[in-house]
C-alpha cells in the first residue's frame, strides 16, 4: 500500500515539476502529506512495536510456564511409576502371605477339629468304661456281700427261700460281669485263681455244702471251705477294678486337661492368625486402592504432558512466525519510510534549488 502512494506522489512531483514555478506549490502539500505519512509509519511502528512486546511476552510467560509444566509432569510420571511398581509389587506379596496365613490358620482350625473329636471319642469311652467298671464294682460288692450272706446262712442252715433267690441272682449278674470284663480279669488273677471262680460259677453251691456235709467242727469247716477262697479272689476283684477305675478316672482328668492346653494354644494361634488376615487384608485393599489411583492419576498426567508437549510445540513455532513477521515488517516499513523521506527530500530540493541530500 506504501508503495503504492509513493509511486503516486512521485507521479504527482513529476507533473509538478513541468508545470510552471508560478505553479509549485502544489509541491507543498505534497511535502505536507509526506510528512504526515512518515508520521503515520512511525505511529504504526511503535504501535506494532507494543503489540509485539506484548506477544513476545506472551510467548516467554507461556513457554516457560509449559516447559516447567512438562519437567513437573515427567517428575511425576517417574514418581507414580515407582510408586505403582511398589504397590503392585507388595500386593503380591500380601497376598501370598494372606494365602499362607489361610492355610495355616485352616491346618491349625483342622488341628483343633480333631482333637476335639479325639476327645469327645476319649470321653465317650471313658464314660462308658466308668459306667461298666462302676456296675463291675457294684455286682462284685454285691457278690462278696450275697455270698458272705449265703455263707453264714449256710452253717447256720438258716437260709430263707428270699435269701437264696437273692444268692442265684447275684451270681447269674456276676456270671455276666465275669464274661464281660475277661480280658482285665485275666490280668488280674493267676491261672489257678481263674479256674476257682470258673468251678464257682458252675457249681457255686458245692463250694458251700461240700463244708458242711461232713462232720468236722466249725471251725475247721470255716477253715476248709472253699467259700473263703472265692471270697479272697472276688475281693481281689473288686480291689482291682476299683484300682483301674481310680487310673483310669486319673487318666481322664489328664487327657482334659491336655486338651485343654491344646485347645487353649490353637484358639490363640488361630485367634493371633485371623487378626493377621485381617491385617493383611486391610492392608491390602488400602495398598490396591492407591495404585488404582496411582494409575489413574499416571494416565492424566500422561494425556497433560502429551496436551502440553504439543502446545509448547505450537507455541515455539507460533512464536518463531511472530518473530519473522514482525522482522519482515520492521524492515518493510523501514524500507518505506526511508522511501518517503527521500521523496520529500527530492521535493523540497526542486522546491527551493538546493543540491538534495537524504540522510538514511
Keep these: 500500500m506504501f508503495a503504492s502512494v509513493v509511486v503516486a506522489l512521485l507521479a504527482v512531483q513529476g507533473a509538478a515539476v513541468v508545470q510552471d514555478d508560478a505553479k509549485n506549490r502544489p509541491v507543498s502539500k505534497v511535502i505536507t502529506l509526506l510528512n504526515d505519512m512518515v508520521k503515520q509509519l512511525e505511529k504504526e511502528k511503535e504501535e506494532d512495536k507494543e503489540t509485539f512486546e506484548t506477544m513476545d511476552c506472551w510467548c516467554t510467560t507461556n513457554d516457560a510456564a509449559k516447559t516447567t509444566a512438562i519437567a513437573d509432569g515427567e517428575s511425576t510420571i517417574a514418581t507414580l511409576t515407582a510408586n505403582i511398581q511398589s504397590y503392585t509389587a507388595l500386593s503380591a506379596k500380601l497376598n501370598t502371605e494372606i494365602e499362607n496365613l489361610e492355610k495355616e490358620l485352616a491346618a491349625n482350625s483342622d488341628a483343633l477339629d480333631k482333637a476335639t473329636a479325639v476327645r469327645k471319642k476319649e470321653l465317650a469311652e471313658f464314660n462308658a468304661e466308668e459306667k461298666s467298671s462302676l456296675q463291675t464294682i457294684s455286682s462284685l460288692k454285691g457278690a462278696v456281700g450275697a455270698l458272705a450272706k449265703h455263707h453264714d446262712s449256710a452253717f447256720l442252715q438258716s437260709e430263707s427261700t428270699e435269701d437264696s433267690m437273692d444268692f442265684i441272682t447275684v451270681v447269674s449278674d456276676l456270671h455276666a460281669t465275669l464274661h464281660k470284663n475277661t480280658a482285665a480279669i485275666k490280668q488280674m488273677l493267676s491261672p489257678k485263681q ?45 480291689e482291682g477294678f476299683e484300682n483301674n477305675l481310680g487310673q483310669s478316672q486319673a487318666d481322664e482328668m489328664k487327657n482334659q486337661a491336655d486338651y485343654e492346653g491344646v485347645k487353649a494354644g490353637k484358639e490363640k494361634e488361630i485367634a493371633a492368625g485371623q487378626a493377621m488376615i485381617d491385617l493383611k487384608t486391610s492392608t491390602l485393599a488400602d495398598t490396591d486402592l492407591k495404585n488404582a489411583e496411582s494409575k489413574k492419576t499416571l494416565a492424566e498426567t500422561q494425556a497433560t504432558l502429551a496436551a502440553d508437549s504439543e502446545f509448547l510445540a505450537k507455541l515455539k513455532e507460533t512464536c518463531r512466525d511472530l518473530d519473522h513477521q514482525f522482522e519482515q515488517r520492521t524492515k518493510t516499513r523501514g524500507q518505506e519510510i526511508v ?6 527530500l527530492s521535493n523540497l530540493h526542486r522546491l527551493h534549488q538546493v543540491p538534495m541530500a537524504v540522510t538514511r
Design 339 to 344: 522511501a518517503v523521506q527521500e521523496t520529500i
Design 194 to 238: 481263674r479256674k476257682t471262680i470258673d468251678a464257682f460259677m458252675q457249681s457255686p453251691e458245692d463250694f458251700f455244702d461240700s463244708g458242711l456235709n461232713g462232720k468236722k467242727s466249725t471251725k475247721a469247716l470255716l477253715q476248709a471251705a472253699p467259700s473263703a477262697e472265692i471270697f479272697g479272689v472276688l475281693k481281689q476283684m473288686k
